[in-house]
């Protein structure tokens, strides 16, 4: 299994420990790992941009990279599943196409005769040149297309007239002075196996067990257990307000003398709800935390 270095690295090591599927490796700096688990034999963590390639390769069998990268390299790999996380967030990232917020631009279309290039060519910087060239072709845009290597969003507007980039809030362009004119797509971090892998009946099953655990994990994120004991003639108006992800759980207390609900609710709820379920009749209100939801 081979997982990213850099900028999800740090968001993807916390979610395999959360998962139960802790990254055990000698020092942060480490390329080789381990996973205590049995249906994993070797961990790499490498740049998210050479995954797609090594996975499609056949050099490693499974891997986490983004959308985006799959795109640019155009490796033919076997999607597992989304992985709803990102660097910051649990949002996906757009690669977008972005230019000085003193530009009249509002779209591509605009940008065919805005190059300051050769000929009239728009510069455009970016970490993905393949997947830019491939839009701006399509929107009949002549363009030199530049590999940037980093700091892209600074390029505008000495070395480039325009960059295409990833974001995740559109924070990190505003304030370096650009705005955004177009999205190329929106890109998941996804689980994606090498093909002939994926063909593999064991190979398969153990890696659908391991996406299992990976989205599990991700759909506990921000959601807790409210379980409490309401009398039978409060029971109608404390269902009423649970915001419950399915049917609340409902069982008759021993002797009748009421009933247990159980219920998964939004953690950014929980300081509303508890004090509304008590004036409502609810009594015996416990919060739990809550490590994976597997549907």
Not at 11 to 18: D, H, I, K, N, P
Not at 83 to 106: F, I
Not at 175 to 186: N, S
């Amino acid at each position: 299994m081979v997982l990213p270095k850099g900028s999800l690295e740090k968001a993807t090591l916390e979610l395999f420990s959360s998962a139960d599927l802790a990254v055990t490796r000698s020092s942060d700096v480490d390329y080789r790992a381990t996973i205590d688990d049995p249906r994993i034999d070797e961990v790499r963590i490498l740049r998210p941009q050479e995954i797609p390639l090594y996975v499609a390769d056949g050099m490693f069998d499974l891997g986490i990279t983004g959308r985006d990268w799959v795109e640019e390299r155009g490796s033919d790999v076997t999607s597992l599943g989304v992985l709803q996380y990102s660097k910051a967030t649990s949002n996906p990232v757009r690669v977008v196409l972005a230019v000085s917020q003193g530009s009249p631009a509002q779209s591509v279309a605009d940008l065919a005769a805005a190059g300051t290039g050769a000929g009239g060519a728009l510069r455009v910087a970016t970490e993905y040149p393949e997947l830019t060239r491939r839009y701006l072709e399509k929107h009949g845009v002549r363009a030199e297309v530049s590999l940037s290597y980093g700091a892209t969003e600074a390029k505008v507007p000495d070395i480039a007239d325009c960059v295409v980039e990833i974001t995740e809030t559109g924070r990190a362009l505003r304030a370096a002075g650009l705005k955004i004119v177009e999205t190329l797509f929106v890109s998941h971090t996804e689980l994606v196996a090498n093909p002939e892998a994926a063909g593999d009946p064991d190979k398969r099953h153990a890696m659908q067990q391991i996406l299992t655990l990976l989205q599990g994990t991700l759909e506990a994120r921000g959601k807790v257990v409210v379980k409490l004991n309401v009398a039978p003639d409060q029971l109608a108006q404390v269902i009423d307000l649970l915001p419950a992800l399915r049917s609340p759980t409902v069982s008759e207390l021993f002797g009748g003398g009421g009933f247990a609900v159980e219920t998964v609710v939004p953690k950014s709820e929980i300081n509303e709800l508890i004090p509304a379920l008590k004036d409502r009749g609810a009594t015996d209100i416990i919060e739990l935390a809550l490590s994976k939801i597997v549907h």
